[in-house]
Structure formats: structure tokens, C-alpha cells
């Protein structure tokens, strides 16, 4: 009897350049565990990767054109490149740029991404060589992880084409929404961010279903999925830090307010404001209640001091007057947000603000810009001072090696601060055990416009 053996061929290995948001990074995740459970392997380069997938970001025409300069650097580099993500819908635009991309699927089309990668390199090995099922693919740091609860939009604001590319609401079911958060926690997550296009609207296109979950009903709606998150519990035993994303101002955003005063939830909430001029907030087609939104702010910090609120501006709006930037600017002291982010207008295909009257000039947004920025790094750095002496809860993303001395550094974030998006706590003379992830309380030493500077108490 001859014996034979039979010799697997090497994984085909699929390479990803993610670009845009967390919400089109959640996409990626799931985009390559799905190949990863046909057989690929993942690839960190251009030269290893079969193929390679480019996820695009369409919101902005800027980001555009990073998108199509993505798509021809991995052209350039690799050759086999499929592309998908929000630009995915201008098949024609990245054609005419790029005749040479393999095939083209639009925002979360997970289904003809995959089958996009089996035409252009065909898995070499099967799905069921593994009999250990392999872990979701992750793109963040172990420590934290983003969980999108819906996808899409029901809102029409003028300068926005989010439903043209991502459709309308969508929420996915309650109980798969925990199940996964429930998972990510038990395997490492310290961190969830949950994200969506409108987080306050989760469930209202399921006129918020109910679903069994621990032997209760819960509702799909944004306070019954914070007060569940805030039940979870990481393997030590501690309560994970939950932070509320894409937060619209709807009334029954006040119910989680106290979740974060009782510590379920990071006190925490990004809320889009965009502007404060009820004339601007009027032509973006957003709600204009901003005087209501500062009583709420002040509601809001009586019932939870450590509140931290970030929101993002938009200047140089068509039709935004010198009035109007004043009434923001004036908007912005009185309500003393702890983390903005500011954007120029930019004009984008299919958007309804593109034919608006009264474009503002470049100098001048590029001069409201540059004003807006010097309030609030202002008020940042006031806010940041008071800070000082003070002992806080961080968390650690990065360690670094000994200097000369032996003092080693390392990177961390406050409550106050979202990865990527917000400042950093940097810390000295660290011990040599300290890991990404943990969590370590900090006596703040100094603090800038920014960041802050501290030691592990």
C-alpha cells in the first residue's frame, strides 16, 4: 500500500487600502473576513497581494480625488485592483481615469465585492481547511473597536448626497447589534464606538423592534442599546467605555445623559451641529433650534459634569453672510464645545447646496476657517488648563521604547477623546508592563490646546 500526501497550495492573499470614515473602515472589516472565511489570506503590501481592493470615499470632491489617486498607486504598485465603497457609484469616472481597475461595486455591496475578488484571483484553497473557525478580521487596534448599528440616512440636508450613496435607514436587528458588541468585548475590546449616518434615529425604519435578548425584550432605540452596552462587562470584570458617534440632538438624547453619570456609558457624545445661524441651518436644510440645543448643553453638564461634546462646523456655506459667521463664532463661546472640527464648504456632484445662491469666495471661508479655529483651540486650551492636578481615567494606544535614560513614553486618550479624531494624554516614565489597552488613572502635569501631559498616579 502506497502512501500519498497531498500538499495544499499557497492562500491567495488580498491586499486593502481603506479610505474615508469609520463607518467605510467597519465595511473593510467585514468585506475581508468574508474572504478570509473563502480561504485569502490578508496581505500587508502591495507585492504580496493577488489583488488588490480599494475602498473609496466619495462624500467630498477632495475626497475624490484621494480616492482616484488610491486607486492608481495600487495600480501603479500591484496592477489588480477592484474597487468598491461610496465612489463605486461613479463607475464611469473611475473607468475613464483608471481603465485598468478589474471591477467596480458600489458602498456596502459585500456580496459583489467578493465575488469581484473570486473572477479576478479564484481562491486556491477552500473554506473548510480551518475546522477552527478563524476570528472576524479587524482593522483598529485590538483595544477598540467600531459598531455600526444602521446604515444609510432618512435626512435630505442640502449639501449632503450620504442617501443617494449609502440609501435610506437602515437599522440592523437589536439582538445581532449586542450579540457583536458582546463578542468584540469578550475578545479584547476595551473601547466600543458606535457608530451609524444618525445614531439618535436607530430603529425608527423598524418602528424600534423589539427582540429576546438575556431573557428580556429590548427595543431597537438608542436608549435601550446604551443602557445594554452599559451592562457589558470585559473579561477582568470592568465595564468597557462606550462612546455615542453621529449623535443627532433629538429630545430622547437627554435619557442617556444620566447612563453616563451612573458610568454605563462614556460621557461622550459627537454631535453633528454643522452651523448655529438659523439662516445657514435653514438653507442646509437642518433643524434650526440652536438656542434650545444650549440649554440642553447646559442641562446636560448639571446632570453630568465630565461630559466631553465634539460636533464639526461647516464655513463658507453658500449665502453665509459675515452675520452669520459672527452669530456662530458667538454661538461657539457661549456654548464651549470641548472638541470641534471645522470643514470648508466644498461643492459635490448631486448636492442641492451646489445651486444655491451667493457662493462665498475661497479667501473669505479660508479667512472664517482660520477664525473659527482660533475660538476654539481657545476654548480648548481653557478647558484643558483646568485639567491640571486633576487625576483621570486613560487609555493607552501605544507604549514606546526606553530613551537614553530608560524612561519610556506612551501615547493614551481621556474619556474626552475619540481615536484619530481628538487629542492625545502623553505620558512619562511609564512602567515597562504597560500594555495598549490598559486603562490607567493619570495625574495630569501640563496641558496644551490639544493634548494633554501626565504621569500614571
Not at 467597519?26 to 473563502?38: C, G, K, P
Request: one cysteine or more.
Amino acid at each position: 500500500m502506497t502512501e500519498t500526501s497531498t500538499i495544499l497550495p499557497d492562500q491567495k492573499k488580498v491586499g486593502m487600502v481603506s479610505l474615508g470614515c469609520p463607518k467605510a473602515l467597519v465595511d473593510s472589516e467585514r468585506i475581508l473576513t468574508r474572504l478570509r472565511a473563502d480561504g485569502y489570506a490578508m496581505s500587508p503590501d502591495y507585492a504580496g497581494a493577488d489583488v488588490v481592493l480599494v475602498n473609496t470615499c466619495g462624500f467630498l470632491d477632495s475626497a475624490k480625488e484621494e480616492s482616484l489617486a488610491a486607486i492608481g498607486e495600487a495600480i501603479s504598485e500591484n496592477g489588480r485592483v477592484i474597487v468598491t465603497g461610496c465612489m463605486g457609484d461613479e463607475a464611469e469616472a473611475i473607468r475613464a481615469a483608471h481603465p485598468q481597475v478589474l471591477a467596480v461595486t458600489g458602498a456596502h455591496q459585500y456580496e459583489d465585492v467578493v465575488e469581484a475578488v473570486h473572477e479576478a484571483a479564484p481562491p486556491s484553497q477552500g473554506p473548510y481547511i480551518d475546522l477552527i473557525p478563524q476570528p472576524d478580521v479587524k482593522l483598529t487596534p485590538r483595544h477598540y473597536s467600531y459598531l455600526k448599528i444602521s446604515e444609510g440616512c432618512n435626512h435630505s440636508c442640502s449639501f449632503c448626497i450620504i442617501p443617494d450613496l449609502r440609501g435610506k435607514l437602515a437599522s440592523r436587528r437589536i439582538d445581532a447589534v449586542l450579540r457583536e458588541a458582546e463578542k468584540l468585548v469578550a475578545a479584547g475590546t476595551k473601547e466600543l464606538l458606535v457608530i451609524s449616518q444618525d445614531t439618535s434615529a436607530y430603529g425608527v425604519d423598524t418602528r424600534h423592534e423589539s427582540k429576546p435578548w438575556k431573557g428580556r425584550e429590548v427595543r431597537a432605540h438608542m436608549t435601550d442599546l446604551a443602557r445594554e452596552l452599559g451592562q457589558l462587562q470585559t473579561p477582568d470584570g470592568q465595564t468597557p467605555w462606550t462612546r455615542l458617534h453621529y449623535v443627532y440632538p433629538y429630545p430622547h438624547v437627554d435619557a442617556v445623559i444620566p447612563l453616563m453619570a451612573e458610568g454605563l456609558l462614556t460621557p461622550y457624545l459627537d454631535i453633528p451641529f454643522q452651523h448655529a445661524s438659523p439662516s445657514v441651518l435653514k438653507r442646509m436644510k437642518r433643524p434650526a433650534n440652536e438656542a434650545k440645543v444650549l440649554e440642553r448643553l447646559k442641562g446636560w453638564r448639571a446632570i453630568c459634569p465630565e461630559i466631553a461634546v465634539r460636533s464639526s462646523f461647516v464655513v463658507g456655506f453658500p449665502g453665509e453672510t459675515e452675520d452669520d459667521f459672527k452669530y456662530l463664532i458667538d454661538w461657539l463661546e457661549e456654548a464651549q464645545l470641548d472638541r470641534v472640527g471645522a470643514f470648508r464648504f466644498e461643492p459635490v456632484e448631486g448636492a442641492q447646496a451646489n445651486a444655491l445662491p451667493d457662493p462665498v469666495a475661497e479667501e473669505i471661508k479660508e479667512e472664517r476657517y482660520a477664525r473659527l479655529m482660533e475660538v476654539t483651540a481657545r476654548v480648548s486650551a481653557t478647558k484643558l488648563a483646568a485639567k491640571v492636578g486633576k487625576t483621570l481615567p486613560v487609555i493607552i494606544d501605544e507604549v514606546g521604547e526606553a530613551d537614553e535614560d530608560g524612561d519610556i513614553g506612551a501615547t493614551g486618550r481621556s474619556q474626552a477623546d475619540a481615536p484619530e479624531i481628538d487629542g492625545n494624554v502623553f505620558l512619562r516614565n511609564v512602567p515597562g508592563t504597560l500594555a495598549a489597552g490598559d486603562i490607567v488613572n493619570v495625574e495630569v502635569e501640563e496641558a496644551d490646546a490639544h493634548d494633554l501631559f501626565g504621569v500614571i498616579s
